[in-house]
């Protein structure tokens, strides 16, 4: 034992001043007293290594695995318009870069009406709309078009959220059963 050389551990703990004291007196007064002081102090300082290495570790795998999950989201949901515009090209562009101006994008903007037939491109699901009553339709634009919850849309109509919940899902059970007819 005494010609080994100490392990990497042990030498980066007896680096520490307090640690080297508690070393020096055991080893001027080897009393069980002071050797329980330095086993107990090398016990925290390896729990601590123990730790930080587990740390280390996790952090280390939870990131690779979270890169891993955002490149293959990023992969199988690509944005349409961050393809390049030739994609057997190498160094191609983006379609946004290809973008003339803003008024090119006008014509894909939203429809400005206030009806909510106008957005659909179905025929006979606009027919059905019609068909609803001008609160179920105002309920369903409201959720539908402008994406408001039923507390906001409530708030404008001057009813209660339940009122505008059953509202909507009496609309929507109407459309589904004329549909599918």
Do not use: C, W
């Amino acid at each position: 034992m005494e010609g080994r050389e100490p392990s990497l551990v042990v030498r980066e703990f007896l680096r520490q001043e307090e640690h080297q004291k508690l070393y020096e007196t055991y080893l001027d007064d080897p009393h069980e007293k002071n050797k329980a002081r330095l086993e107990a102090a090398f016990k925290r300082y390896f729990r601590h290594i123990r730790f930080v290495s587990y740390l280390n570790k996790t952090i280390y795998y939870e990131s690779r695995k979270f890169d891993m999950k955002a490149r293959e989201l990023r992969a199988r949901y690509q944005l349409t318009l961050d393809r390049p515009a030739a994609e057997a090209e190498s160094g191609a562009e983006p379609l946004t870069q290809l973008l003339e101006d803003e008024t090119a994008l006008q014509p894909f903007m939203e429809i400005p009406s206030g009806r909510l037939e106008d957005y659909t491109a179905d025929p006979r699901l606009a027919r059905i709309i019609k068909e609803l009553t001008p609160r179920q339709q105002e309920i369903l634009f409201y959720s539908f078009v402008r994406s408001l919850p039923d507390a906001e849309t409530a708030r404008l109509l001057g009813i209660s959220p339940q009122a505008v919940s059953k509202t909507k899902n009496k609309a929507i059970e109407t459309i589904r059963r004329k549909y599918n007819v």
